[in-house]
Structure formats: C-alpha cells, structure tokens
C-alpha cells in the first residue's frame, strides 16, 4: 500500500495513500473522538492518573449517580475543578482539523464522548454530545438545565430545593435517545468512520465504530497506543490526534 511519509516533531507518520484517495472521494463521514483529542489541549484523559486532590479518588466512582448521592460536595467540586481547567485551554489542531474535515464534506456528523466543548470552539458545527457537557448545569431531580445559581455552594440548590449537578451522563445513567440514536445513523450511513483518542472502551459508544463497519464503511483509526478496535480497524495511524489529523488532511487532494 503506497504510503505518504510525513514527519512532524521529529516523528515520521505514515499515511496511507489509498486512505487519502478514499477520504478525497467520500461524502459521507462520521468521526467519534474520545478523551485523547483533548490531551494536547492539556486536559487529562479519563484513564490518565487524575493529579492533584483527585488522585485519591477512582472517576469509575465519582462520575456516578451513588458517588454524587454518597457525597455531592466532593462530586460537585471535582465538576467545578474540571470546569476551571477546561475554561482555561484551547482547542489544538487535532479540533481544528477536524472543523476543516467538515467544512469540506457533504454529510459530515462529529459524535464526541467529551464534554469540554473544544470541538465547538474550534468551529465545529455538526457535534453530537454524547455524555453532556461540563459547562451546562441542571437540577438533579427536574433535569431542566439552570443558569444562575449560588457560585459559593457546593453543590447548590435549585429553587426547587434539589441539588444542582452537571449536565453529564455518569456510568449507569442512559445517554440522551436523540443524541445516540442521530449517532447510530451517522454510523450506519457513512462511508467513512474514524475513531480517534478513544480507549474504545465505554458502551454504548464504543459500539459505533463496530456498527459503523457492519453497514460496510471504512473503519479508521487514530491513537499513539492500540485499543481493542485496532484489529477491526482498516487503518490505523499512530500517533497524536494533533499531528496526524493535520497531516492527513494536508494532503493533496485534500487540503482544498
Ligand atoms: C449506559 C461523562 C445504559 C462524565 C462519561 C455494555 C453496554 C452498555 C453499557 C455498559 C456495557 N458495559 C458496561 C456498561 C456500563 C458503562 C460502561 O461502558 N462502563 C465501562 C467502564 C465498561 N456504560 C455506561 O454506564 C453508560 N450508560 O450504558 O446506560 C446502562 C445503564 C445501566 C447499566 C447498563 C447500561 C454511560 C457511559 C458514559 C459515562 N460518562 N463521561 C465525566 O466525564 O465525568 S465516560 C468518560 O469515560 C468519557 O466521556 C469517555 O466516554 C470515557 C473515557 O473514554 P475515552 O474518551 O476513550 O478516554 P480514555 O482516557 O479511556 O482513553 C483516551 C485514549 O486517548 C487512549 O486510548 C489514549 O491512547 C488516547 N490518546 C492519548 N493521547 C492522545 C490520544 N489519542 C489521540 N491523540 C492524543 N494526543
């Protein structure tokens, strides 16, 4: 398989040419991004030892129902810690590639497990949340979404006396029907599917990729390290979302 050489930072990626050409001609595209498109914006990925105060403490625990239930001041201030960093970061090209991936396809739809909100700052338009988003704020026993609330407590009330907690889906809740069932389409339709800095290990998500390649697409792949879906993938490009995206799409017949 014919290959273009592209060295960034010191490292050679591969691209295949048969992907550039399949790319260049494809219409319909589907993407799912997990944690690792953000580790060069310098947010830590899921699986990454948490630093600091968190070190302690397993996210497998805090990111649930029973962990806020159990103690809503430490889960709600481990939201509001993850807020202040992510407000504090950009998006880094692996975003913004992808933000020029879609400007150029016909159908293009961006289903990302983050909830950072990076993809939207980097110009992305079609973004499917499929675990929320830290930055929205809703009332746990009326799940509607509040704006303003007391910045001082942890958690605060709603008005309606329940906690206020993030608008995040947390292990054992169900994801939102609309947003995975617009995903489920995306993957059944598209031509080409690409999964990039996911572990490919949370469910339902990790079910897109697979049902993406049943309906006949072309599975690609884009991670520094192999997960379980490398062997199902039909390509795999090692490395940084940050330097492999950007490579890919520099390619001529590409960058248009
Ligand atoms: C549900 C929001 C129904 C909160 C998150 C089978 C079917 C259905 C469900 C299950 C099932 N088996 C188990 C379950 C339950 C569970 C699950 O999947 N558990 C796992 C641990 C096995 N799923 C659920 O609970 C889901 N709900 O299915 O409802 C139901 C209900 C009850 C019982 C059964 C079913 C809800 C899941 C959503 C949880 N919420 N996030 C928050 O963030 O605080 S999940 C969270 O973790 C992320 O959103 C993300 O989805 C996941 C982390 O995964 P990744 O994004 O892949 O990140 P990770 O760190 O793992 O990997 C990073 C990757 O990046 C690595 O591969 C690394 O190599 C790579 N990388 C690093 N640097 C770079 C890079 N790649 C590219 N470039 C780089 N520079």
């Keep these: 398989m014919g290959r273009h050489r592209h060295v960034t930072g010191g490292r050679a990626i591969e691209i295949p040419r048969q992907l550039v050409e399949r790319l260049a001609r494809a219409r319909r595209v589907a993407v799912l991004t997990g944690a690792g498109i953000s580790a060069e914006s310098g947010i830590p990925t899921f699986r990454d030892a948490l630093d600091g105060l968190w070190a302690n403490y397993d996210p497998l625990e805090l990111a649930t129902p029973l962990g806020f239930a159990r103690n809503p001041g430490l889960v709600w201030r481990w939201y509001a810690e993850r807020r202040a960093r992510i407000a504090a970061t950009r ?123 049943a309906a006949g697409a072309v599975l690609v792949e884009i991670n520094p390290q192999r997960t379980p879906l490398t062997e199902r993938a039909d390509f795999f490009l090692q490395g940084a979302a940050g330097e492999v995206l950007p490579a890919l799409l520099g390619k001529p017949g590409l960058n248009s």
């Design 91 to 213: 998006p880094n090209p692996g975003h913004a590639a992808l933000a020029a991936l879609e400007a150029r396809c016909a159908d293009f739809t961006l289903v990302t497990q983050n909830i950072d909100g990076l993809h939207q700052r980097a110009g992305s338009r079609r973004v499917i949340e499929l675990h929320g988003n830290i930055a929205r704020v809703k009332c746990s026993a009326e799940e509607k979404r509040v704006e303003t609330f007391d910045p001082q407590a942890a958690p605060p009330r709603c008005v309606c006396g329940a906690y206020l907690r993030p608008d995040v889906v947390w292990f054992g809740e169900m994801l939102p029907a609309d947003a995975l069932a617009r995903a489920e389409a995306a993957a059944e339709r598209c031509e080409l599917f690409f999964s990039i800095g996911t572990s490919a290990q949370v469910y339902p998500a990790a079910d897109l990729p697979l049902r993406a390649r």
